[in-house]
């Protein structure tokens, strides 16, 4: 797969209007439940809203909160703090 595809693909799952709602809100409840909940189950939430053709949910990190996904064996991570979202390739 070509860059410009990859490129694409990433910001589609980025730039999904569900996906940043639901993740906001994971946020926002781990951040008052971090104590107490797994954060696999964070990942069992996100999971479906992610996964499409081409991409792959790898796993949820607690910091910065957000789930790494792959899309052609590049790993990428949407991270969420309290004054910003992004996403970046990770290793």
Do not use: A
């Amino acid at each position: 797969m070509d860059t410009e595809k990859r490129k694409s693909i990433v910001m589609g799952v980025f730039k999904d209007r569900t996906v940043q709602v639901r993740l906001i809100n994971l946020y926002s409840r781990w951040l008052d439940e971090r104590e107490y909940e797994d954060i696999r189950e964070y990942g069992d939430n996100i999971k479906p809203l992610i996964e499409r053709e081409n991409v792959r949910f790898v796993k949820m990190v607690k910091r910065p909160f957000g789930p790494v996904f792959t899309v052609d064996n590049c790993n990428y991570h949407i991270s969420i703090t309290t004054k910003k979202i992004q996403v970046k390739q990770v290793k």
